[in-house]
């Protein structure tokens, strides 16, 4: 049955009427004329009125008594959250230009504010990658051969030695895209790297300034970005013999020695004073101590480099920037390789969307319990209040707590509202007594969605003259602080979960209160190493991305989002689980249909909304999907009911033939359709709709792609007319 909510007064206007009436032999015996005309009637009438309206706004919980009874239950509505991104700093300075912690940058009227400190220098960097080539030499044409036999013989007669005793492996430079978000740049693959080690040239400016900035730097500091392409690392494969789901498990980061080249097969190590990658695990900053020693000359390696050698660099413009070489690497015997990386970059440093508020007297104690004081800024982040109380010797230090539940009378505790900037001492802990001042020395206020700005949108780098910024990624994670109903709506689920993962909806609505997470589908008694078979105890939680910018129609979580969901779910996890966090996995597919447009409507209109509706049919992310909530996960693919969606669409008459559906799998090095009536997921799999062709008339087969124009096209056996340009005439 439902609820009930509370009705204090339940009296209507009729009720209210009829009790006025019968009260007036008992006040005014002589009033005898009860009719509806009678002027003291009306007067009554028009009482009971208002009457009926004050009691209906009486019946209304006020808003405030709803916060107090959220605040009762112990239940906070989610704050605002900030967003982050990585900001590349540029300065034509030789000496380099300083940049504190804290200082403000500006997208038009969005404030961010830095992390940390950074030096800016007027360097460039470029990462290169010597990715195996493993061709058969018995398949290669002689021109490759020719090329490589070339190659072994530039080598240094050491080198060349030691080819004939160990034999050789060839390797092509690739470099690490320039720009992060540029789709058809390829990452480069560290794995799959001859040596296993990613390289870092450090350059200047321009030439003229090489020698100069290289005697600058000793004993210095760089801040080296990376941005790693997470998401395509972590796809499982799809053959059910061999699938091994990925997952992710809290441990200490794995270790990363960076090294400066000196020479020959000589390095010395560099001190990592700071590292916001984790180990190369997630995006973020690098902060790396040079040695005091002079820089290397950093002449050209021997022609192909080997395993202890800077790759080859055939720009001589580059070549003749080179400050000095890093190379980035495992230790022996460290079984997480590096992966993927997109954009490596220097003087970056992180910004998060916040300002920090400047010290303010909050007033003095009064020894009551339950006492309120107010911040002059709001929302206030949580966790970042610094306030003190002045007691009989000295300021002291007070600590800012989720809940009074856990203290104690002797505890200094207090507790923050972050929506109303309210600072509240307990009735069961310490409070400050009569006359103590309290104060607040600084706290960090900010966040909401606005923060997530383009790339490119962070152009101001305020107080700081010479120095030119820019974030090189959207902004990402900001979030505006749940509304009064939105955390009325949480109050069962909270009051029945008690911050407590049990039950499967338990996970998925934990999963959904880390910042940055879309979806979330928990599959109990699935372990990654072995889906296919049902493994006691075990629980794998799939996470959907809110965004994810290089393939928005099949988002996947990076490293650093699933380590996020992992430590949020690791303490609130029964002792006998065994949680894992791991991406969605996608089955390729293609749809191809060819529909009878109906007159008045525009062919390629009906055909756009076709393409449309069937993308967002087959959506894995809300607000679409067939229930809009995202594809099931497990759910079969059938050809029948993606017709039945097809022909829903306005405009559409007909279904030219049938359509056809297609399964996309590898063979070998190619990619083959495979048409089918009917794609069977397994529980753990949903759809990556890759490819979707709409036609008026009979479609093409399912992964073939829109048919060829021009003269010739469709026609076996004629190829069409070679097409040769006239030169211009001249007289």
């Not at 002059?376 to 970042?384: E, F, I, K, S």
Request: charged fraction near 25%; glycine fraction near 8%.
């Amino acid at each position: 049955m439902s609820l009930i909510g509370p009705i204090l007064d339940d009296r209507s206007y009729d009720d209210l009427k009829q009790e006025l009436l019968k009260r007036i032999p008992v006040y005014a015996p002589e009033w005898t004329d009860y009719n509806e005309s009678d002027p003291g009637v009306v007067l009554l009438e028009l009482f009971a009125y208002l009457g009926e309206s004050l009691l209906f706004r009486f019946n209304q919980i006020p808003d405030a008594t709803k916060i107090a009874f959220l605040r009762l239950l112990g239940l906070r509505p989610r704050p605002a959250r900030p967003a982050r991104t990585l900001l590349a700093l540029r300065t034509e300075r030789l000496d380099g230009m300083h940049v504190r912690r804290g200082t403000e940058a500006t997208a038009g009227r969005i404030a961010f504010q830095t992390e940390e400190e950074v030096t800016a220098w007027p360097l460039e960097v470029q990462a290169y990658g010597k990715t195996e080539s493993d061709d058969d030499p018995k398949k290669l044409p002689p021109t490759e051969k020719n090329r490589r036999d070339d190659a072994v013989a530039r080598l240094p007669e050491k080198d060349r030695k030691q080819v004939a005793k160990s034999g050789r492996t060839f390797y092509e430079v690739h470099a690490v895209p320039a720009n992060p978000l540029d789709p058809e740049a390829e990452p480069v693959d560290v794995r799959e790297s001859a040596d296993g080690a990613l390289w870092v040239a450090v350059l200047a400016r321009n030439a003229q300034q090489t020698g100069a900035v290289a005697e600058k730097l000793p004993n210095q500091f760089l801040y080296v970005g990376l941005v790693l392409d997470g998401p395509l690392d972590v796809v499982p494969s799809v053959e059910p013999t061999t699938t091994k789901l990925p997952r992710v498990v809290l441990a200490d980061p794995p270790a990363v020695l960076w090294e400066l080249w000196r020479g020959g097969t000589a390095f010395a190590p560099l001190d990592v004073t700071r590292d916001g990658t984790r180990g190369l695990t997630t995006d973020g900053v690098v902060q790396l101590a040079l040695p005091q020693t002079p820089l290397p000359p950093t002449e050209q390696a021997e022609p192909i480099g080997g395993w202890d050698r800077p790759p080859k660099i055939d720009d001589p413009k580059v070549l003749d920037r080179v400050v000095a070489w890093l190379r980035v690497r495992r230790p022996a015997g460290e079984n997480d390789r590096i992966g993927r990386i997109r954009w490596v970059g220097i003087n970056v440093v992180s910004v998060v969307q916040d300002q920090t508020a400047q010290a303010e007297l909050l007033g003095t104690g009064t020894g009551d319990p339950d006492q309120t004081y107010r911040l002059a800024q709001r929302p206030v982040l949580p966790g970042t209040v610094r306030l003190q109380v002045e007691e009989v010797d000295g300021w002291h230090d007070w600590k800012e707590v989720d809940t009074f539940a856990a203290g104690r009378p002797d505890n200094p505790y207090f507790t923050v509202d972050p929506t109303t900037g309210l600072v509240r001492f307990g009735a069961q802990t310490r409070v400050p007594q009569p006359g103590q001042r309290i104060r607040v020395l600084c706290y960090r206020y900010g966040g909401g969605a606005a923060g997530n700005v383009a790339a490119g949108a962070i152009t101001a780098l305020n107080g700081t003259a010479g120095v030119k910024a820019t974030n090189v990624l959207p902004a990402v994670g900001g979030a505006d602080a749940a509304s009064l109903s939105e955390a009325l709506d949480q109050i069962p689920a909270e009051v029945h979960r008690r911050d407590r993962a049990v039950t499967a909806e338990d996970f998925r609505a934990l999963t959904l209160q880390v910042p940055g997470v879309r979806r979330a589908e928990p599959l109990p008694l699935l372990h990654p190493d072995t889906p296919a078979k049902r493994a006691a105890g075990a629980v794998s939680v799939v996470v959907f991305p809110t965004d994810d910018l290089r393939n928005p129609g099949a988002p996947a979580p990076d490293a650093a989002l699933l380590r996020r969901v992992a430590a949020y779910l690791e303490p609130r996890r029964t002792l006998t689980c065994e949680l894992y966090v791991i991406p969605p996995t996608y089955r390729r597919i293609a749809v191809s249909v060819g529909v009878q447009v109906r007159e008045g409507y525009q062919v390629d209109a009906v055909r756009r909304w076709v393409e449309l509706i069937l993308r967002q049919y087959l959506a894995p992310v809300p607000p679409y999907g067939p229930d809009g909530q995202g594809w099931t996960l497990g759910r079969t693919i059938r050809r029948a009911e993606l017709e039945a969606v097809t022909v829903q669409v306005d405009g559409v008459e007909s279904i030219q033939s049938e359509l056809k559906l297609a399964l996309i799998v590898k063979t070998g090095d190619a990619e083959v359709a495979e048409e089918t009536p009917s794609v069977e997921l397994r529980r753990w799999e949903v759809p990556e709709l890759v490819q979707v062709t709409v036609v008026r008339g009979v479609p093409p087969a399912a992964g073939a792609g829109y048919p060829a124009s021009g003269p010739g096209a469709g026609t076996p056996g004629l190829d069409p007319p070679v097409l040769v340009p006239l030169p211009a005439e001249v007289c």
